[in-house]
């Protein structure tokens, strides 16, 4: 069942595991269940992959709006995949993608 795993992966990330990727592609989750889980990654430090493309239910623009702005929180993501319809959201996601992958790049080089 997908909203079990979206618990458990909301409730390994809360209590500070070390999971590094997350596929969750090509399942029956509802927008808001994918909301929850990227609202959970705020406090994550080392998650680099999240994967939610491909949902049988699609996400509504609100939702998507809610996951952009989810991912302003997060600086650890590097790789995010999600079937968007709002632009405007996609573009959000991938200015706070590109943050993070800035971020990653000067921890590697010594730089941060």
């Known amino acids: 069942d997908a909203v079990n ?18 596929s969750l592609e090509t399942n029956k ?3 808001k269940f994918l909301v929850k889980l990227v609202q959970s990654l705020d406090t994550s430090e080392t998650l680099k992959e999240l994967r939610i493309a491909n949902q049988y239910y699609s996400t509504g623009v609100g939702d998507e709006m809610a996951i952009a702005k989810a991912l302003e929180k997060n600086t650890s993501l590097c ?4 079937n968007w319809k709002n632009g405007g959201s996609r573009n959000t996601a991938d200015r706070f993608i590109m943050r993070n992958n800035d971020i990653a790049r000067k921890k590697r080089r010594g730089l941060a």
């Open 5 to 22: 795993e979206i618990e458990a992966v909301v409730s390994t990330q809360s209590t500070g595991k070390t999971v590094e990727s997350v």
């Open 29 to 31: 989750i509802a927008g």
């Open 79 to 82: 790789k995010f995949s999600l």
